[in-house]
């Protein structure tokens, strides 16, 4: 039998695997738990474990994502090709064979076949190591000598094998029992998991782990330090600058100071002059009322005036009609040289009363324009109360 690929899905770790085999020769290497050992036994389940198997079998190849356990391998017997496909579901589980370009084989007759084709006379089990060994024999050479082929190639693959990083050697006997031996002093300090906790290495582990805490630590401890170098850099220089620009701050300063001080000085005569500039700004108010007085008398005067005119017509008048009545003429002549004479004496007041008006600055001298005005008003009306 030669593999030619493996197909494998919801198998352990792995959701979704292709493998294509070299025809000559396949190496497998990697780190723990990647999954090496899941696909070798994947190849043994797919061709010798029934597909309807539960149980632990079942359950060991699980996926932690869910899904059924799907293996599909492509081998080749006696020049022809197979593909074997089965999924894991319990009572549920199907098998299917088909040879290219021939015949296809179903659930247990499948299961047969496949044993058939590998030579084994008897049905899959639980554990078969006489079968695990059809699985790993160098494929198209299973009577050959292997150690003869591996020596005869041993130079080309080492080269080969360390330019692909792969873990895998062959060994000598003597390599074999030297690597079993550090193989068990391994296992007294390694789990499947990691260090063995307490050994060496665990305790190397951690010290490397804390190691590394406290490189962390000094590389944060040395980046503060440089941040608070370039701090104390950039305030030593504007310290620098500071001290530079003294002299100037302390002129301008001083200078400040004596125009403070001048402006002390000029605060107490700025105060007298508003004081006084408010003194004459209630003058000038006070004026102001007092011109407004006098122009409303003088209005009144003028009035007063421009009704006097109608009553020295009047009076006029009466002289005339007085030169006219013969019978009362000298009673009319007595009373009309007394009242030409008041007359005279009311007009003379009157003229020197609005002279004196266009005097006054204020407003009790109007009060007595106001009070002789009074008097000439009488005497007009005493005059007009004179008989005609």
Same mark, same amino acid.
């Given at each position: ?148 082929i591996a020596t005869s190639r041993i130079d080309a693959l080492l080269p080969r094998l360390q330019a692909s990083g792969a873990s895998a050697l062959l060994l000598s006997p003597l390599d074999a029992l030297v690597a079993g031996q550090i193989a068990d002093e391994l296992a007294e300090i390694e789990t499947t ?6 050994? %060496?290495?665990? @305790? &190397?582990?951690?010290?490397?782990? !804390?190691?590394?805490? =406290?490189?962390? /630590? #000094? *590389?944060?401890?040395? $980046? ?87 009553? %020295?017509?009047? @009076? &006029?008048?009466?002289?005339?009609? !007085?030169?006219?009545? =013969?019978?009362? /003429? #000298? *009673?009319?002549?007595? $009373? ?53």
């Amino acid at each position: 039998m030669k593999l030619l690929s493996l197909h494998l899905e919801n198998y352990r770790i792995h959701r979704t695997l292709d493998v294509a085999f070299d025809p000559r020769l396949t190496l497998i290497g990697g780190k723990n738990e990647s999954g090496k050992s899941t696909m070798s036994e994947a190849v043994f389940n797919g061709l010798f474990l029934r597909s309807k198997t539960s149980g632990r079998e079942r359950e060991g190849m699980l996926a932690v994502q869910g899904g059924n356990p799907e293996v599909t391998v492509v081998f080749e017997v006696a020049d022809r090709t197979y593909t074997l496909h089965k999924c894991f579901r319990k009572a549920k589980g199907t098998t299917l064979l088909t040879e290219a370009g021939g015949a296809t084989w179903n659930s247990d007759a499948a299961e047969a076949k496949v044993l058939e084709l590998c030579g084994i006379a008897v049905s899959g089990g639980r554990a078969m190591p006489s079968q695990w060994n059809h699985l790993w024999v160098r494929q198209g050479e299973a009577a050959s000598d292997p150690a003869s082929i591996a020596t005869s190639r041993i130079d080309a693959l080492l080269p080969r094998l360390q330019a692909s990083g792969a873990s895998a050697l062959l060994l000598s006997p003597l390599d074999a029992l030297v690597a079993g031996q550090i193989a068990d002093e391994l296992a007294e300090i390694e789990t499947t998991r990691g260090p063995k906790a307490g050994s %060496e290495w665990d @305790l &190397a582990t951690k010290s490397a782990h !804390d190691t590394t805490l =406290a490189r962390e /630590l #000094a *590389e944060k401890t040395c $980046a503060t330090l440089e941040r608070a170098v370039r701090d104390f850099d950039e305030a030593s220089g504007a310290l620098q600058q500071a001290e530079a620009a003294q002299p100037t701050l302390a002129s301008a300063l001083a200078e400040n100071r004596q125009r403070l001080q001048q402006v002390a000085e000029l605060r107490p005569v700025l105060e007298k002059q508003s004081a006084e500039a408010a003194r004459k700004a209630d003058d000038l108010t006070r004026i102001e009322t007092g011109e407004l007085a006098i122009r409303d008398m003088t209005v009144q005067i003028e009035k007063s005036t421009a009704d006097l005119g109608p009553r %020295e017509t009047k @009076l &006029a008048e009466l002289i005339l009609s !007085d030169n006219a009545a =013969a019978k009362v /003429l #000298a *009673e009319a002549q007595s $009373a009309h040289a007394e009242a030409t004479e008041h007359h005279r004496q009311a007009r003379a007041e009157f003229e020197l009363a609005s002279q004196y008006v266009k005097r006054l600055a204020q407003s009790d001298d109007v009060a007595r324009l106001t009070a002789k005005a009074g008097s000439a008003k009488e005497s007009r009306t005493r005059l007009a109360a004179l008989p005609a």
